[in-house]
């Protein structure tokens, strides 16, 4: 019979206030831990199963999740102007997705102006998605 022994490696991330608080009004969630994967849960379609969250001494909140070795850093810095604007396109795709998946009608009208440009664009397609 022989064991398997995996090792995981934690890291946990501490907070005081996000920078909108002053701006925005006090956080609803009691830990900014809370605060920070709530929001990576609902933006994210598969986060860590190891997220959470905890309130360490003197009060100091911690968001706690799993150390992946995987991760990589892109290079924006060797980029030209072609690569740049791809990326921020991706970049703005990316974020677009993820306000879609919180389901907030407050945020996503926030992104549409007052034209009629995006109710005529959904109607072309779902026209053109019926025939």
């Not at 019979?1 to 009691?30: D, N, R």
């Not at 992104?111 to 025939?131: M, P, Q, R, V, W």
Request: charge should be neutral; hydrophobic fraction near 40%; proline fraction near 2%.
């Amino acid at each position: 019979m022989s064991s398997k022994c995996f090792s995981c490696i934690f890291v946990f991330v501490g907070f005081t206030l996000t920078v909108l608080e002053p701006f925005a009004g006090k956080c609803i969630y009691e830990n900014h831990g809370q605060r920070v994967v709530n929001g990576c849960r609902t933006m994210q379609p598969e986060s860590d199963i190891f997220l959470g969250w905890t309130r360490g001494k003197a009060n100091k909140d911690f968001y706690i999740r799993q150390l992946r070795d995987l991760k990589i850093k892109i290079q924006v810095e060797t980029f030209g102007k072609t690569e740049m604007l791809v990326y921020a396109d991706r970049c703005v795709e990316a974020l677009a997705l993820a306000h879609v998946r919180s389901g907030d009608a407050a945020i996503l009208c926030g992104h549409l102006d007052k034209s009629d440009i995006f109710d005529e664009t959904i109607g072309d397609f779902a026209f053109a998605y019926a025939n």
